[in-house]
């Protein structure tokens, strides 16, 4: 595989810099495709992502009053405490923080008192935009707008939506037995793969942990960063649960002969292909998220594994309480019902998001926890 080394303002500066060091791991790569603070790719303002690719938060505000829901129910696990922190990881523009704390308002108010928001977003471009669609929220206190995950956050929730598929990984080959690492390389005007040493021990350990044994020339994607951000969100996290949505597997289904190839895809225009080494900067990369590792590295700062089922059990399960009365708008018409259930199918339907898409729930400083979205 190879790409243009001049294609975009970014991978000229990716060329120059392999040029004077050599190739870099592909992880490093990635970063700077999705995080360079000028070129990135979410480093942008969001319209972009819209003529790449949607989320769930996209199709229909039920999907964060849901969510919603969750956190209410979560808060009374946990006693009903003073303040609940409900952290959001990667908000974007705040879409979703807009709906969750738009519905906790208008029906759930205890909880919404009790509510401290905090919307976490690196991209200064898409943080901007929480001052206008939060503004009611941040003028009554209820929700923050920051750069980082808080460094304590005594009692609620991380949560993440399609954030975890998107952070650097590194990429291996196994060759005559052996695990090599898939470095990038700029041969000639063209990047290029190339194979070489293990940049860090870290990559056996990885997959010794999770008694994965890959296959003869079969590629596959180690989250080390993941490993390390669902560490870091257990350290600063004193009470509660870290809720992680997006498609991904165990350990053992993402690394069976059924990925040979691996899972790094890249999304462009609604159209996905595996040219991740084309036009840095102008397109998504993700690969899928490892369920396992996070269960295995969250352990480490006293997370414990809660429950783990699709997307679509986990809505059904929140909404069949009062009968996906949430969907609906006040004084919304027949017609306008009627489309709000179509758009609800998109987000549950098995051939979709519904089954594309998981939740992975863990919990720390709680006995055995039951939520309602976990109960299939």
């Known amino acids: 595989m190879n790409a243009p080394a001049t294609s975009t303002p970014l991978a000229r500066r990716i060329a120059e810099r392999i040029r004077e060091q050599g190739p870099i791991p592909f992880a490093d790569f990635m970063r700077a495709c999705l995080y360079h603070p ?200 004193g009470r509660g649960f870290v809720l992680t949505i997006d498609y991904g597997h165990e350990a053992a289904q993402l690394y069976d002969e059924r990925h040979m190839r691996g899972t790094l895809l890249a999304y462009s225009r609604h159209r996905v292909s595996e040219e991740y080494l084309c036009a840095p900067g102008e397109q998504d990369l993700t690969a899928h998220v490892n369920f396992t590792a996070l269960d295995l590295w969250g352990r480490r700062s006293g997370l414990t594994r809660t429950g783990h089922v699709t997307q679509m059990n986990f809505l059904i399960a929140l909404g069949r309480a009062n009968e996906f009365a949430d969907l609906y708008e006040s004084g919304s018409s027949e017609v306008e019902r009627i489309r709000a259930r179509l758009l609800l199918k998109t987000l549950i339907h098995p051939e979709g998001m519904g089954e594309t898409f998981q939740v992975f729930v863990q919990h720390k400083g709680i006995s055995e926890p039951r939520l309602t979205g976990l109960c299939a």
């Open 38 to 237: 000028e070129f990135g790719y979410y480093s942008r303002g969001e319209p972009r992502r819209f003529a790449d690719y949607y989320t769930s938060v996209d199709v229909h505000p039920i999907f964060g009053r849901l969510l919603a829901r969750q956190l209410a129910e979560m808060w009374e696990v946990l006693g009903r405490p003073l303040e609940f922190w409900a952290v959001e990881a990667a908000a974007g523009t705040g879409r979703l923080a807009a709906h969750v704390l738009d519905f906790v308002a208008r029906e759930l108010g205890p909880f919404y008192g009790a509510l401290r928001y905090v919307a976490v977003e690196p991209s200064a471009a898409r943080r901007a935009e929480h001052a206008a669609l939060l503004a009611s929220h941040l003028s009554r206190g209820r929700v923050s707008s920051t750069e980082d995950l808080p460094p304590k956050i005594p009692v609620g929730c991380i949560f993440s939506n399609e954030l975890l598929d998107a952070l650097p990984v590194h990429r291996v080959v196994v060759q005559r037995g052996t695990l090599r690492e898939v470095y990038v390389a700029a041969d000639g005007e063209r990047f290029a793969e190339q194979f070489g040493p293990l940049s860090t021990l870290e990559l056996e350990s990885y997959f010794r942990e999770q008694d994965v044994t890959l296959l003869e020339n079969q590629a596959a994607e180690a989250a080390l960063e993941a490993c390390r951000w669902i560490v870091e969100a257990g350290k600063r996290l």
